[in-house]
């Protein structure tokens, strides 16, 4: 199998390419600011039409893993016009290629697409955002589904895992950090969602690859937990001090960007459909600490 993967220098995509190399694929991987560590790093801008055709051209895909996105919200909150431009016209750019070259196409969306009023959403559950990043991301998903020949949209729920990517460290990386060297650490425990170990999500994405599954798939963690929950569970598997944790309220602080406050996913069709099942929170951070120590 042929797979391009966009994002492949950020937290997932990173992942990702490291496990298709591993199984032997071709891999294309694009990046943008900072180069792929795996496969066949190609830079590209998603948001220029012509590039992304050009490259599309010469890697021949069969399968595109689409997870090249701005994901800071507040970013996109603030700057409407570049979020837009690299996350809707980026991914339109990125399904017209795909539906040129034949390829099946796997679109990396969010559960920020849900409005965090209810949680454990559904496949079937009606998204209504509340940031403009989340928007942006709905339009995309909106986009895939309008003009993709062969497509599947996963939703996950804040990743981590154990390096950091695309220039920048993940929540669990954050936290790990301050706990050892004794720093106190505000954590939210009024915002819920399913943390979602991204090598966990690398092997249930490229399964939906491999098999070419169709249509929504919520592809988190199985566990809804609060921020804090998270952490308190981080710090005992890594044997910290969880006194250092300072429970915080998110309603406290203003952000350019609102946030969700349950969006929690229930993924019991993964559960279901796919030999990589979804992982309760204790089993994904042994997997952490495991992929530490290796
Ligand atoms: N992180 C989360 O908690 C979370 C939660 C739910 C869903 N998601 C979704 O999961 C996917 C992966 O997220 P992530 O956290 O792995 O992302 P990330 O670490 O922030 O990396 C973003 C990736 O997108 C690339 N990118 C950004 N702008 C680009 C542009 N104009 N052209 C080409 N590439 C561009 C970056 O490339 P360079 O670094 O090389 O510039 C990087 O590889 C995204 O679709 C996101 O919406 C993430």
Redo the contacts with the bound molecule.
Sequence with gaps: MKLLV????????SKLAELAVARQYQVYA?????KAAYGIPVQ????DERKVDAAFKEAKPDVVVH?????DVDKCELNKELAWR?NVQ?TRNVVQAAKATDAFLLF?????VFDGEKGCYKETDQPSPISYYAYT?LKAEECVAKSAREFCVAR????YGANP???KVNFALWLLKKLRRNEAAKVFVDQWNSPTLNSSLAEMTLEVAERRLTGIYHLSGASRVSRFDFAQRLADVFGLDKSLLVPTRMRDFSFAAKRPADSSLDTSKAAQVLKSKPLKLGDALEHLKAEFSS
């Excluded at 996950?156 to 990743?159: F, G, L, M």
Aim: hydrophobic share 40%.
């Design positions: 966009t994002g492949a220098s950020g937290l997932y995509g694009f990046h943008n600011e900072h590209v801008d998603i948001s997870a090249a996105t701005l994901t690299v980026g990396i969306s969010t559960d920020y991301k996950p729920s804040v990743i990517a695309a220039g």
